[in-house]
C-alpha cells in the first residue's frame, strides 16, 4: 500500500490544531493505527500544537510515516521559532505551567507517544519529535 | 444623489477593509505605479474619451454571446446603467487623482459584482478584453511610435492590476465574512441546552470545542441553571472526538462553575479511546462524576433527584385495587 510521502501543517491558530489533528488521523490510518490509537496519537499532537500557538504563536508540523524492521509507524515533527523554554526539566514535569493550563501538555504528550524527544534554545525554539509505532491487530 | 445619500450612510469599504491610504501607497509601490504613470494615463484622456462607446460596446457584444454573460443581463435597462458605469469607468482611468476615493469606488464596484456573482473569470475576462482592444486603438494612434504607445500600455497595465486586485479583494472579503458569521451561527446553535424534566438539564456536546466555544457553552448552561432553578446537568460528550488537556480543563471549568450555582455536572459519552487519553495525559477527573453513557447519566440524575421510572403497566397493577 502507498503512504504519502510528508505533510506540513502550518500552525498558527486553533483552527490550525483541529487541521493538525485531521492530518495525522488520516495519515496514521493509512499507517494502520487502531482506532483507539487514532484518538492518542490526535490528542499528542493536539498538546504540541497548542504549545506552539500559546508560547511561540506559530510553527509548523511536519507528519511522517516510518517503517523500521517490519514495524510501520508515524512520526511527528513540531517545530517553532518562539521564545524556547528556559527549564526543559521542568517544562516536562506534571502540572507545571506558565500558561495557566493544567501543565500536562508536554509530559502528556510524551506519556501518549512512544518515543519523545525535545530540544529548545531560548530565543531560538523548540522542536519537539514523537513517534509511536503501529501495534499489528485485527 | 441617490448614490451620494447611500455613500453617507454606508461605512466606508476602505475602513472595513483596512485599505489605509498607507497600504494604497505600499500597494502602488510594490506595482511601480508612480507619477509618470498617473502623466501617461492622463495623456490618454482624450483618446479614452473617444473610444470609450465603442470599446465598451464591443466588449457587452462580446459578453452577451456567451450563454453565462447573457445569464447577468436579462434585463435591458440594467445592461443599459452597467454599460454606462463602464464607460464612465474606462475614462476614469485617465482622469488622475488615484487616491482614497478612487480605491472606495472600485471596492465598490467589486462589491456589486460580488453580490450579483459575477464569477471572477467574467471579471477578470473583461479586464483582458478591454486591455486586448485599448492595445490595439493605441498602436493605432501611434504608427510611427509603437515605443510609446508600448509605455503608455504599460502605464494602464499597473493601474489595471491595482483595480483588479481591489475587485478580488472584496470578493475574498465578502466571502470570508460570510464564513465567519456562519461559524458564529454555528456555534450559536451547536449548545443546546435542553431541559428533560423539572430540575434536570442536558447538554450535548458535538464537534470541536475551542476556547471560544467552551465559553459559550459554559455561559450559556450557567444562564440556563439559573432560569430554569436545575440541579442536575448531564453533559453528553460522546460527539466530542478528542479531548486534549486544555478542553478536559475547559470541561473542568464548566462543572466547578455549575457546582457554585448549585448544579451537579454528571459526564456520560466518554469514549474507551478518550478515556485512556484522559489518564494518559495525567488529567484528574476525580471531582467528575462520570457515567458511561447518556442513557446511564439520565437514571442517575433522576436518582439524585429523587425521580423514579416505572413502567406504566406495573403503575396500573399497584393502582388496581388487590
Partial sequence: MAVAAETRVPIASEADIVAARQQVRALAAQVGFSPTDLVLIATAISEVARNIVQYARRGEITLSPIEQSNRRGILIIARDEGPGIPDLELAMQDGYSTGGGLGLGLPGARRLMDEFAITSEVGKGTTVTMKKWARPHG | ?322
Fill in chain 2, 1 to 322: 444623489m441617490i448614490e451620494r445619500a447611500e455613500r453617507a450612510i454606508e461605512p466606508s469599504l476602505t475602513q472595513e477593509m483596512e485599505i489605509t491610504g498607507e497600504e494604497i501607497e505600499r500597494r502602488k509601490a510594490f506595482l511601480e505605479f508612480g507619477d509618470e504613470d498617473v502623466e501617461r494615463l492622463m495623456s490618454m484622456n482624450e483618446l479614452a474619451q473617444q473610444y470609450a462607446d465603442s470599446v465598451i460596446e464591443a466588449f457587452y457584444r462580446h459578453l452577451l454571446s456567451f450563454e453565462e454573460g447573457r445569464a447577468f443581463f436579462p434585463d435591458p435597462a440594467l445592461l443599459e446603467r452597467v454599460k454606462r458605469k463602464q464607460k464612465a469607468y474606462f475614462v476614469r482611468l485617465t482622469q488622475g487623482n488615484y487616491g482614497p476615493q478612487y480605491v472606495e469606488d472600485r471596492l465598490r464596484i467589486g462589491l456589486l459584482h460580488e453580490r450579483i456573482n459575477l464569477p471572477t473569470k467574467l471579471y477578470l475576462g473583461m479586464y483582458n478584453f478591454y486591455l486586448r482592444t485599448v492595445a490595439s486603438y493605441l498602436l493605432e494612434a501611434y504608427p510611427q511610435d509603437s515605443k510609446k504607445a508600448f509605455g503608455l500600455f504599460l502605464s494602464l497595465l499597473k493601474l489595471v492590476f491595482l483595480d483588479i486586485n481591489l475587485a478580488i479583494d472584496t470578493y475574498i472579503h465578502k466571502r470570508e465574512r460570510t464564513l465567519r458569521l456562519q461559524q458564529e451561527a454555528i456555534r450559536e446553535i451547536s449548545t443546546p441546552v435542553l431541559q428533560l424534566r423539572q430540575g434536570l438539564l442536558i447538554l450535548p456536546i458535538i464537534g470541536v470545542v475551542d476556547s471560544l466555544r467552551a465559553l459559550q457553552l459554559t455561559e450559556q448552561l450557567l444562564r440556563t441553571i439559573r432560569s430554569n432553578r436545575a440541579r442536575v446537568v448531564v453533559m453528553d460528550i460522546t460527539g466530542v472526538p478528542v479531548v486534549d488537556s486544555k478542553v478536559a480543563n475547559h470541561f473542568i471549568q464548566t462543572v466547578e462553575a455549575a457546582r457554585l450555582m448549585g448544579a451537579t455536572v454528571i459526564l456520560t459519552g466518554l469514549s474507551p479511546a478518550i478515556a485512556r487519553s484522559l489518564v494518559s495525559l495525567g488529567v484528574d477527573l476525580s471531582r467528575i462524576r462520570t457515567v458511561g453513557d447518556l442513557q446511564g447519566g439520565i437514571e442517575e440524575a433522576d436518582h439524585l433527584l429523587g425521580y423514579r421510572v416505572v413502567k406504566g403497566e406495573e403503575l396500573d397493577a399497584r393502582a388496581r385495587p388487590a
